[in-house]
Structure formats: structure tokens, C-alpha cells
């Protein structure tokens, strides 16, 4: 089983696996023909599922962890939730969701990208003091700056 992101449609992406997706991702398709080919493999019997939440908040609490939580949309938790309950290979060419499936333990294929190489676990550091801390915040709590998402290596 695979789990469609919008990247699979737009990329028209194709595998003799049975496949899965959201509802959400037909709002992200913006042009016709991703829009067709999601509506044509629905029609063919593409699964429509919808995660619970308990495998929702788990995917957030991974996202949290490895600092991807910010870059990720409220479609991109709930294709990580369905790969994740589905026991599925999630089809995607994003980096953060590539790098919160790997923090689960879902397996991930690629289209149009290499994927990623490792797992990073980001960190947010102050744009005045410097200061790093492991979660996102608004503001750093020393000197009030905006933080910037920073990679640790």
C-alpha cells in the first residue's frame, strides 16, 4: 500500500500498488490535470482515509522532535498519520515529511527528488542573542528576537 502525497499526482506518478491518500490533498492540486488524475484514480478505486487522532497528536509529538513541526502543513500531519496507521509507504518529495517518516519508522519513496540522507533533528536559534533552543517559539524568552529554524550539524 501507498499513500499519495500531492507531489504523486502532479508528478503523475504511477505503481501497480493499491494506493491511498487524504481528502485534503485535492484542495492542493491547483491545475487541471494533477486534479484530473486524482479524480481518475479515486474513480479506480483509490482508498480515501481519514487518521484518528490519536495517530495525528503521534505524528506531531515526532514532528516536534525532530524540529519539523513548523514546516509542515495540517495535510502534511495527516498523510504521515494515515502512512503511519496503514502500515503504507508514504509517497512524497518533501524533506520534512521525509524526515518525520523516518523519526516513525514509515517508509517513504520519492518521484522527483534524490529524498533525503539522514534524519536531522532541527534547532531554533535566536536571530539577536544567539541563543539555541530544541523547540519552536515565537520569540527567544532572553532578548525577544524572532528564532530561526537552524540545522545542528
Not at 529524498?115 to 532578548?143: A, K, M, T
Request: include cysteine.
Amino acid at each position: 500500500m501507498e499513500v499519495l502525497d500531492a507531489s504523486a499526482f502532479i508528478n503523475d506518478y504511477t505503481t501497480d500498488d493499491d494506493v491511498a491518500t487524504i481528502p485534503l490533498v485535492r484542495e492542493e492540486l491547483d491545475d487541471d490535470a494533477s486534479g484530473y488524475r486524482f479524480d481518475a484514480l479515486e474513480g479506480g478505486g483509490m482508498r480515501m482515509h481519514v487518521p484518528d487522532q490519536g495517530s495525528v497528536e503521534q505524528v506531531e509529538r515526532a514532528a516536534k522532535t525532530t524540529g519539523d513541526l513548523t514546516e509542515l502543513s495540517r495535510t502534511d500531519i495527516r498523510l504521515l498519520a494515515a502512512a503511519f496507521e496503514l502500515d503504507a509507504t508514504l509517497v512524497t518529495d518533501d524533506y520534512a515529511m521525509q524526515n518525520v517518516a523516518d523519526e516513525l519508522d514509515v517508509r517513504t519513496q520519492v518521484i522527483a527528488t534524490e529524498g533525503i540522507s539522514e534524519r536531522r533533528n532541527w534547532i531554533y536559534q535566536c536571530q539577536g542573542c544567539g541563543r539555541e533552543f530544541d523547540e519552536h517559539r515565537e520569540r527567544c524568552s532572553i532578548c525577544g528576537s524572532d528564532l530561526e529554524r537552524k540545522n545542528p550539524n
